[in-house]
């Protein structure tokens, strides 16, 4: 089953503007993960944030996790070309699965 | 990723034909996954297993089968029982059971029907 959705479905930038992706989900979790995914290749994960932590940062990623609203939001600054990709979040509630989101393509141009 | 292997990287299946995906790891991780991804869409859970000789079905099973011989090693079987097979492939691993850490995933076998 679907658990996370993601907002928007698709999304197109210029090179250097912020990109921000969101995620809900519908139960409790332990974590939620984002992965990036290019075209015709498997998923690379990005970072993790558990329950208990509100704001993460990787470099140009930040993501923030609101279990209130079961939401999660992944934001990258200053995109680049190289950023075109597939988002997913994942949510991890507990034993050994994952439940993906149906993603976010993002395009960034030129 | 480096550590998984995923082959081959195109298949095409004829009608009642059953085809196997291969998966080989070198990471040492005890769990690995199968997913399978439709266009557009998020993974879905086909197979897991968390050690060797044990495996659990995930979510849309129905048509598939795996074996887990080796910790190296989970394919995964196609069957002919499976009536929509053309998809993505995908599959993963991870470090520990139950430990709920990232997934690493193999670069995937498209899989077509002829």
């Known amino acids: 089953s679907q658990q996370g959705e993601e907002d928007p479905q698709a999304l197109s930038i210029q090179e250097g503007e912020n990109a921000t992706m969101n995620c809900s989900y519908k139960t409790s979790i332990n974590n939620l993960q984002w992965y990036r995914q290019n075209s015709g290749r498997g998923l690379v994960h990005l970072i993790l944030?558990?329950?208990?932590?509100r704001e993460k940062h990787s470099g140009r990623l930040r993501v923030t996790l609101d279990t209130s609203k079961k939401s999660s939001s992944l934001l990258i600054t200053a995109s680049r070309a190289a950023d075109t990709a597939s988002y997913f979040c994942?949510?991890?509630?507990?034993?050994?699965?994952?439940?993906f989101g149906t993603g976010t393509q993002l395009k960034v141009e030129l | 990723d480096g550590g998984i292997t995923q082959s081959p990287k195109y298949l095409f299946r004829k009608e009642g034909q059953n085809v196997t995906l291969s998966c080989e790891q070198n990471l040492n991780h005890d769990a690995m996954y199968w997913y399978r991804q439709d266009p557009g869409q998020g993974l879905r859970l086909i197979y897991y297993?968390?050690?060797?000789?044990?495996?659990q079905k995930g979510d849309i099973a129905e048509g598939y089968s795996v074996s887990r011989e080796k910790k190296e090693s989970f394919p995964l079987t196609v069957t002919s029982a499976q009536k929509n097979p053309t998809a993505f492939y995908l599959c993963?691993?991870?470090?520990?059971?139950?430990?709920?850490?990232?997934?690493?995933f193999g670069d995937g076998t498209r899989l077509s029907i002829l």
């Open positions: 994942a949510t991890a509630g507990g034993g050994n699965k994952l439940t």
């Open positions: 993963a691993t991870e470090r520990d059971r139950n430990s709920n850490q990232p997934q690493h």
């Open positions: 944030i558990r329950s208990n932590e």
């Open positions: 297993s968390q050690i060797v000789n044990d495996f």
